[in-house]
């Protein structure tokens, strides 16, 4: 079973940048998509970004495109969510989920990490 721990989050000004990651533990866990979704207070979760296992291909939530960068580097099972010009909209926790190719829903999520913008 793969888990997975984010790390990164915390409070930066309106306009900054931030990286998540989200390191993943068992040794398949480069064969997952690996997912980033957040959710503000009082909102529900909302899909931002995911990536396949090999990197190639990325999808990206609704009118997200272009505010996040999502990558990953599989010799460290380890995804990075970049985040550009933040707004403060985009106060929120950030979980990092996984599931393999064909599933259709993800199946292991991390803890989730905050992060806070400040205007």
């Known amino acids: 079973q793969v888990q997975l721990v984010e790390s990164g989050g915390g409070l930066v000004q309106a306009g900054g940048s931030l990286r998540l990651s989200c390191a993943a533990s068992?040794?398949?866990?480069?064969?997952?998509?690996m997912g980033w979704f957040r959710q503000a207070p009082g909102k529900e979760r909302e899909f931002v970004v995911a990536?396949?296992?090999?990197?190639?291909?990325?999808y990206y939530g609704d009118s997200l495109e272009g505010r996040f960068t999502i990558s990953r580097d599989n010799p460290k099972n380890t995804v990075y969510l970049q985040m550009n010009s933040r707004k403060r909209e985009s106060t929120a926790v950030y979980y990092c989920a996984a599931r393999t190719a064909f599933a259709a829903r993800y199946g292991v999520w991390g803890q989730g990490t905050h992060v806070t913008v400040a205007s």
């Open positions: 068992g040794r398949t866990a480069s064969s997952y998509t």
């Open positions: 990536i396949t296992s090999s990197g190639v291909s990325t």
